[in-house]
């Protein structure tokens, strides 16, 4: 019976210790679906601010593929090389899209100041939480090229990845009325083979 007790103790320590350990970087990919095509999204981001953004479209059109480095210093990429700068906007579209970052922890993506969230221009972040576990069930954020249009995301199907408890689907609701749909089928953290873009 002794043994069976300590046995069960050890577990509870090392499921516990498993989810206190250090998160440096999160890699993603998902398949996508909006109102009007099909694509595929890729993303890596890191605790500190660094973030990857890749679409890719199904129907022919050139990818979409950017890096930031920070709020303000970003740049579409082209074959791994630094292309034309990133526009305030277009940075903060890239940091809203890291999900698991946010799911994690929402201070490592938008700006925390008197109990408030603050996206890379100035906007604020509204979140809701659940009351018993504490995760982020959704939150809005302010269109960064239209001021006048909400945009609401809803995280479920939360999945225990490397002792990290992801969401594994999201549902986008731009402007009260186009929906998108995330299925995230890969999530990595702290990938041994992920390697940042040097900061120019």
Request: with cysteine.
């Amino acid at each position: 019976m002794s043994n069976l007790k300590y046995l069960f103790l050890f577990l509870i320590v090392g499921c516990s210790s498993t989810q206190q350990r250090p998160l440096y970087s999160i890699g993603s990919k998902a398949t996508c679906k909006g109102p009007n095509r099909e694509y595929h999204t890729a993303l890596h981001a890191t605790k500190d601010g660094y973030f990857r953004f890749h679409q890719s479209y199904y129907d022919g059109n050139p990818d979409y593929d950017a890096v930031a480095f920070s709020d303000s210093l970003g740049f579409t990429l082209a074959a791994d090389s630094l292309g034309a700068r990133l526009e305030a906007a277009e940075i903060s579209v890239g940091k809203g899209h890291s999900f698991h970052m946010i799911a994690h922890q929402p201070q490592l993506v938008f700006n925390y100041s008197d109990e408030k969230y603050f996206d890379a221009i100035g906007n604020e972040v509204k979140f809701k939480f659940d009351p018993e576990s504490k995760r982020v069930e959704s939150f809005q954020i302010t269109n960064p090229f239209d001021s006048t249009e909400k945009i609401d995301i809803y995280y479920s199907q939360w999945e225990d990845v490397q002792g990290f408890m992801f969401p594994m689907h999201v549902q986008i609701i731009q402007g009260g009325k186009d929906e998108y749909f995330f299925e995230f089928y890969e999530v990595k953290v702290n990938d041994p083979s992920f390697s940042k873009i040097p900061a120019p």
